[in-house]
């Protein structure tokens, strides 16, 4: 006798915005508990192929997240058990569900009974036999064209910034490789920001949270340097060849004043809020802090020569406007006053600024930023008297997933709509309007750390999701840059790796155990486009100000961004749409114009990440999602997390300077075209 489990999703009154909200919890549940099979009630094949990739990544629950969900449902579930009470669902509603039994594939995790699989795989075949979602296509075709005799600005490569809240990270040994990489995807340095450079402990990272004891206190007082832990973080960054973005914070221990609450722990773990403790106070005194920054940025010249490390940008603190900081907003004027004057001390002409503040798109952070601007342009410095120092601004911007109908749903509009604010205030000010801009986190939510297991909105960051929303991210901040006429160098990812977590938790990463994850080859693109960046028009394209008003929620955003050099061209073209549900894909021709007279031939290289192409995690979740891989497997997704070609190279024939590539590309794909001659 086998146990059959019926109405999961009790026709969607399970899901509550403060109960269950996807389709992973409610069938995860049920398939925790000893039944032998599942009927599920779908009306589309796109529900169907959901089910399905459900239930191929399926892991049975440990107790405590079944008594969490029975938690979450208890104050509802009798109303999603309403079909008990009535007697069943009328004749009228059950016949607008195919009471599917599911495939194959899933059937593996829930049925012993061989003969058992046999009927039911059979009974989904049978109900329906058209091609899964994502391998149908749009009936027209996108016309997207490039025009290499136009351009519209150079390329700065804001792509090659990255960062990660535990510094320690640094020196473990996925993330000695990942820094590696990193060098490696980019002809120009690339840029490291870590938290906690300054933050008293020791050297164990946890999530959120890292040190270095850089500082501590005699008992008379005086300052004590230990700079064993920082100098292994500095020395990986210059065996990878990568250069540091120095954030200067958080605040050591025994310089930090003592809260206004009295006592307070120094250290706050998570899931608790990090920053609640005393490492995020002011200083006790300012002079100290002033002369800590001297004495850091003193001994890093001598390290590693004055002239490396006027190559490095400092930044004062991070995010100051919210709990980051537990001073008034001119304490962090104070404070950034202060930690210019020390870095300026031990090297001058060095590049400082800040103020590394939350999105300005939220009008308390915007009043932040603009405040800060103003101390800049008329105020002066706490320190030295003087005029005060800024040779970038820096602030943030992020995105805003959530679950709605049981998938995830992105929010670029908010990052760019962040992005767009600050421009707009650094563009009011003359004297600092043509500074370099970094947006030091550019990110599409806030918490890297943040699993998807805490939060399922966070799903997205395993495929090629992640990837295709950083392609369009990246066009409209270039193009926002244009509008407000401003200088922006970076979008810096905060994503990095977390040591020793399962094998795709579902963090804000760029790689796993040492398995490189989709986004990372994004940056891969994009590293091989370089010098200026040319006209492109597309008929799929969802316009700016359609973005930055209601994101693309309706059509998707099928559109390019390309660059030329004297002897190459490269255009890199999505399909992104803010709905992570099965869609189909659309036929794409990409025609490019303005080749060089002369030029009768040109080398076409094609990369992709879709479903099946630069794809880890479809490996790893075919394999059947192993969390201790075989040396084989382990071999397989490694290969399977490198940028992949789509085809072989191949010549292609110029007529009247055109070339006309002809492609499919399925929704929340990305590809690199590129053209050498």
Known sequence: MGIVGMKVPALGNIFKPNGLTTMEQAMGY???LPVSTVIVGIKTIAELEEIVRIARTFAPFAPEEMARLEDLTEPYYED???????????VKTASKFSLVFLAASFLEFVLPVPEQGKICAQAAANRNTAPPVSEQTAEKPVVIRVDLAEPTGTYSPIYRWFGYDEANYTTMRHGVELLRELHDLSEVPVYIRAHHLLT???????????????????ANGNPVYDFKILDGIFDAYKAAGVRPMVELGFMPKDLAAEGAGGSEPYQVHYPQRTTSGASNNPPKDYRKWGELVRVVTSHLVHRY??????SWYFEVW???DIDYWHGTPEDYWKLYDYAVAGVRAALPGARVGGPASTGPGNPKAAKFLDDFLAHVDHGRSAATGGSVPLDFISFHAKGHPEIVDGHVRMGLANELRDAAKGFELVAKYPKVRNLPIIISEADPEGCAACSMKVNPANA??????????????????FDLQDRSKVNLIAMLSWSFEFEGKDYFEGFRTLATNGIDKPVLDFFRMAGLMSGQRVTTSSDGEVPLGDILSKGVTQAPDVDALATKTEHEAAVI???????????????????????????????????????T?????????????????????YAQLKAAGQLELLGSPEWLDVRDGKVTIETNLPRQATSLVRLKW
């Open 200 to 218: 008293s402990g020791n050297g164990v990272p946890e999530l959120k949270w890292s040190s270095t004891n850089v500082y501590s206190e005699d």
């Open 613 to 633: 192409h630069s794809n880890s995690y479809a490996a790893w979740k075919a394999m059947g999602s192993p969390q201790s891989p075989t040396p084989e497997q």
């Open 318 to 320: 991070n995010e100051p």
């Open 30 to 32: 049920v398939l925790t």
């Open 460 to 477: 997205y960051r395993n495929g090629p999701l992640y990837a295709t929303y950083t392609a369009a991210a990246m066009k409209s901040l």
């Open 573 to 611: 073209v999505w399909n992104y749409h803010d709905d992570d549900v099965p869609a189909p894909g659309s036929e794409v021709q990409v025609t490019v114009a303005g080749i060089p007279a002369g030029v009768k031939r040109v080398l076409l290289e094609h990369y992709q990440i879709d479903d």
């Open 305 to 310: 020569g004055r002239e490396t490390v006027l």
């Open 80 to 90: 999603a058990t309403f079909f008990k009470r009535r007697g069943g669902i009328s």
